[in-house]
């Protein structure tokens, strides 16, 4: 897949750190790490905006589709748009799951599950580190 953002490893870094991400975000997004449950800024934000791939600044999810799904991160039953997220198969840690990225710089942001509401099912469980929140 070729990404339409493309930098490298110490122009990310650089990057995420003048926007003050917090300091996992680089090895959540580039490096397909993951924040512990229930410790992420964005688990318990409850206003209304829409959330941003913190490196890119892309639009990725609306706050009216974020529910508390008791897993300690923030999780989404439906991207912003159909197109507004990327997913790959993940077959690490002996399971298979589906990984979701940003469509146009390839930052990592979580998986999605087939274990969501209505009306889609599904469950984007997302790393508060891979986020950015912008308030309406």
């Known amino acids: ?25 680089y090895q959540v997004t580039r490096h397909e790490g993951t924040e512990r449950a229930f410790t992420g800024k964005h688990a318990d934000e409850h206003r209304d905006g829409t959330y941003h791939c913190i490196c890119c600044d892309k639009p990725l999810f609306d706050a009216s589709t974020k529910y508390d799904s008791g897993t300690g991160w923030p999780s989404f039953f439906a991207p912003l748009t159909p197109d507004a997220v990327a997913t790959k198969v993940d077959r690490s840690f002996f399971s298979t799951r589906t ?26 469980c997302m790393n508060s580190a891979s986020l950015d929140f912008k308030p309406r």
């Open 1 to 25: 897949m070729t990404l339409k953002i493309q930098k490298t490893d110490a122009e990310w870094q650089a990057l995420l750190q003048t926007k003050g991400a917090e300091p996992l975000a």
């Open 99 to 124: 990984e979701v990225h940003c469509p146009d710089c390839g930052a990592h942001m979580g998986h999605v599950f087939e274990d969501g509401p209505r009306p889609t099912g599904l469950r984007y």
